[in-house]
C-alpha cells in the first residue's frame, strides 16, 4: 500500500500527457515536411531561369561575331527545342528589325534586336525572357 503512495506522488508525464506531446510534434513536423516539394519546385526553376540567362547571354554574345551589314534574321534561325546542344527544354528566337521601323529613331541605321528564350514548365505550359538591344553601324 505504502508503495502505491509513492508512485501517485511521483513527478512526470502521464501517458496521455506523452500521447498529446507526440501528436502534436507528428502535425507540426508534417505540415513543415509538407513545404519540401515546393521547396524543390522553386529551386528547379530557379535553375531553369538561370539556365535561361545563360542562354539569353550566349545569344548576345554571339552578335559580337557579326558585322552590321551581316545582322539579318536570316543569320540567326530560330532554335526549336531540341536544336540548342545540351540543352534540350530551351528555345532560342532573333528577332532583327530597323529601329525606325519600330519607332521614330533619330539614329537612321540603328538596328534593334530582341532574342528571346524559352523553356518548358510543364506539357502545356512554357515560359521566356528576353532582351533587347540597339546596334548601330560604325563610321
Known amino acids: ?16 500527457e ?4 507526440i501528436t502534436v510534434l507528428s502535425v507540426g513536423l508534417l505540415g513543415i515536411a509538407s513545404t519540401i516539394p515546393f521547396g524543390y519546385k522553386a529551386i528547379e526553376q530557379s535553375a531553369k531561369r538561370s539556365t535561361a540567362a545563360s542562354l539569353l547571354n550566349e545569344g548576345l554574345e554571339k552578335l559580337k561575331g557579326y558585322q552590321y551589314i551581316n545582322l539579318i534574321e536570316s543569320n540567326f534561325p530560330d532554335e526549336v ?13 532573333y528577332e532583327i528589325r530597323m529601329a525606325s521601323d519600330v519607332y521614330s529613331s533619330p539614329i537612321p541605321e540603328l538596328k534593334m534586336v ?17 532582351a533587347v538591344t540597339y546596334i548601330g553601324q560604325r563610321r
Do not use: C, H
Open 18 to 21: 506523452l500521447l498529446f506531446s
Open 81 to 93: 527545342y531540341g536544336d540548342i546542344p545540351d540543352f534540350p527544354d530551351f528555345a532560342r528566337t
Open 114 to 130: 530582341t532574342i528571346t528564350v524559352f523553356w518548358r514548365v510543364s506539357a502545356t505550359n512554357e515560359q521566356r525572357i528576353f
Open 1 to 16: 500500500m505504502k508503495m502505491m503512495k509513492n508512485f501517485r506522488n511521483e513527478d512526470g508525464f502521464s501517458l496521455i
